[in-house]
């Protein structure tokens, strides 16, 4: 770890930090339109629906795009970009912030402001973890995964704090003043960035498994779809049923503030346990927990007082036990073959897809009559990655074997 803390990296997760800070996607405006038309409205309902069909495009374009081009032209001119970026959407969310007055009249505005926001944020994250990873010993994997999603996880909680407690003005200024700070971290520190490299890169190794093509991109897409999936799973589910069928009173207790910090301790403890099991047991064993406290819902103790908390806790425990090693796997499925650009592409292209099932299929927004229903896309990704997840290990011990009686047999 302390190897790991350098002042290149401290950096970058600063600058994640910020960076998500600024893309607040739905929540800079969700507020406004809340008090001017109401949940109800069908205006509303319609407006998320075509929200969530814009931005599932927006952020697989940004995937593509942004990893193409780290790809291509590297790392840093990528972050450049992204700070670059994040400035003008801050800059833009802060004069419509500041001049709004006719939300019918701006929703075109605030699509294409919130495209260009969502547009840039898969590489926002992903590809600080593939650079750091690319440049450290393999034994800091889980815990560069761990750091840059807890310093995303904390801009993100932070914009929404700052979202409910302060007025839009305030708010859009803090946003604007943000990326600034995020760029000038950057300016500042881009040579101790690009003095990461001289702790030398770490050798790939040769003879490492290789999965098909198409197989890695599918695990890799299934993995996004769970994180995506869990990610809204509180929000999509979680609240609505305790307010609609448990008839409990969703307070600060069980917002999504706690979830994040849940989530967000817990990935700490994952980082300690990956010391002592492997990441793939570890990924397996929350995936199944994952699965036992979804299902478990209607036989658990959810009408007591602190019994939704203990729930969310504990859901947010598994969840974090799968997350900390996400980004390890994947990594490790491209390692050899455009790790920025496919890691990127795939991992979202999963996350979008769950979360415009999660907008299409929600009580709140969508089609769902059903809460089985609205449950759907987690139960589906967290089984049909566990799938995956056993076809890799099965060709990941075939590998081994192969190795060790025909490449290396012994004497």
């Not at 750091?132 to 889980?142: E, S, V």
């Not at 008839?247 to 967000?264: Q, T």
Request: hydrophobic letters at 50%.
């Amino acid at each position: 770890m302390n190897s790991l803390l350098t002042r290149g990296s401290i950096s970058l997760l600063c600058i994640v930090m910020l960076q998500s800070f600024c893309c607040t996607r739905l929540t800079w405006f969700d507020i406004q339109l809340h008090s001017t038309l109401g949940q109800s409205s069908s205006y509303y309902v319609s407006f998320v629906c075509l929200w969530a069909v814009v931005t599932f495009f927006a952020r697989n374009m940004g995937a593509y795009i942004l990893g193409t081009y780290t790809e291509n032209y590297g790392f840093l001119k990528a972050q450049k970009f992204l700070v670059l970026g994040n400035i003008f959407t801050a800059v833009s969310i802060y004069l419509y912030l500041f001049f709004l007055e006719d939300f019918y009249q701006t929703k075109s505005i605030v699509l294409a402001i919130a495209s260009l926001n969502i547009f840039l944020f898969p590489a926002t994250i992903i590809t600080p973890i593939i650079y750091l990873m690319k440049n450290h010993n393999a034994a800091t994997d889980i815990s560069i995964s761990v750091l840059v999603i807890v310093a995303s996880m904390i801009g993100y909680g932070i914009s929404d704090v700052c979202f409910a407690w302060y007025s839009r003005q305030i708010t859009g200024v803090i946003v604007l003043v943000a990326s600034f700070l995020a760029g000038l971290i950057f300016f500042l520190n881009k040579n101790s960035i690009i003095d990461i490299k001289k702790q030398g890169a770490r050798k790939i190794n040769e003879s490492s498994l290789i999965l098909p093509g198409n197989m890695a991109k599918i695990l890799a897409t299934l993995v996004g779809c769970v994180c995506g999936a869990a990610q809204t799973y509180n929000s999509f589910f979680i609240e609505p049923y305790l307010l609609n069928v448990s008839i409990v009173p969703v307070g600060e207790k069980l917002g999504f503030i706690s979830f994040y910090a849940a989530v967000g301790v817990f990935l700490l403890v994952a980082k300690n346990i990956a010391d002592y099991i492997t990441w793939p047991r570890l990924m397996f064993k929350s995936l199944l927990g994952m699965l036992f406290v979804v299902l478990s819902l209607s036989f658990f103790n959810i009408f007591t007082a602190y019994g939704p908390l203990v729930y969310q806790f504990l859901f947010a425990f598994f969840y974090a036990g799968f997350l900390a090693p996400s980004m390890v796997l994947v990594f490790s499925l491209f390692e050899k073959n455009k790790p920025f650009f496919n890691s990127t592409f795939w991992f979202y292209l999963g996350i979008s897809i769950s979360y415009a099932g999660g907008y299409l299929l929600s009580k709140q927004y969508g089609l769902a009559h059903s809460y089985f229903l609205i449950l759907s896309p987690l139960i589906i990704s967290i089984v049909a990655c566990f799938v995956a997840l056993i076809n890799y290990s099965l060709a990941a011990t075939i590998n081994v074997f192969y190795e060790k009686n025909y490449l290396y047999p012994k004497n």
